[in-house]
């Protein structure tokens, strides 16, 4: 399968706290995005992160990038309640597809 | 609009009875997706088109399942005969097309279909 794959399926932490989300992965890639859902609805654009590149800031959001273990990490620093939601990492091959894993359900408690 | 749009957000249609659902990109914006997104699961890509070239068509599930892109804008999936494993939202996405990192996609509210 070429999707990612995210690890945990399911977070649940306290407002204030930080949460990491890791994404795993099979193939050669041309970047990894990372994407929230919140309501089983449509997808909202996070970061991308090139392969060529090792971290990326936006905001809260840390991204990282480890291309030889093929993984990412996905950290939200000082959570919101707001900030519960479904995140998923989308792998981009050279076939200008997304490959999409099954998502982590965060739940900030507040 | 400044966004995607999909047409209709909810949908329930009865077992055997045909679906089309409808998808507006972002204006100026080559590249097209379809997606299925089945309940409490990650997206499971359909279709994908780019400008003119022929879809990539990989996705579809079956051959009950088609869809057009006419003059390079508006989107119709098509689902004939639904099943009640048809149920799940559709989304569509647009992006510049571009890939290589500039394939960002930028999602509409999705359709959910329901099949009675």
């Known amino acids: 399968s070429q999707q990612g794959e995210e690890d945990p399926q399911a977070l649940s932490i306290q407002e204030g706290e930080n949460a990491t989300m890791n994404c795993s992965y099979k193939?050669?890639?041309?970047?990894l995005q990372w994407y929230r859902q919140n309501s089983g609805r449509g997808l909202v654009h996070l970061i991308l992160?090139?392969?060529?590149?090792r971290e990326k800031h936006s905001g809260r959001l840390r991204v990282t990038l480890d291309t030889s273990k093929k993984s990412s990490s996905l950290l939200i620093t000082a959570s919101r309640a707001a900030d519960t939601a479904s995140y998923f990492c989308?792998?981009?091959?050279?076939?200008?597809?997304?490959?999409f894993g099954t998502g982590t359900r965060l739940t900030v408690i507040p | 609009g400044a966004g995607v749009s999909q047409s209709p957000s909810n949908k329930v249609t009865e077992k055997g009875k045909d679906v089309e659902l409808r998808c507006d990109p972002i204006?100026?914006?080559?590249?097209l997706y379809w997606y299925r997104q089945s309940l409490g699961q990650g997206l499971e890509f359909l279709i994908y088109?780019?400008?003119?070239?022929?879809?990539?068509k990989s996705g579809l599930p079956s051959d009950r399942f088609s869809a057009e892109r006419t003059g390079g804008s508006v989107s119709t999936l098509t689902i004939q005969r639904t099943q009640q494993e048809d149920s799940a939202v559709y989304l569509c996405?647009?992006?510049?097309?571009?890939?290589?990192?500039?394939?960002?996609?930028?999602f509409g509210p999705g359709t959910r279909l329901t099949v009675l």
């Open positions: 996405a647009s992006s510049l097309g571009q890939g290589g990192g500039q394939g960002t996609q930028y």
């Open positions: 193939t050669s890639i041309n970047n």
């Open positions: 992160i090139r392969s060529n590149e």
């Open positions: 989308a792998i981009e091959t050279g076939a200008n597809n997304l490959f």
């Open positions: 204006s100026g914006h080559t590249a």
């Open positions: 088109f780019q400008g003119n070239s022929a879809p990539d």
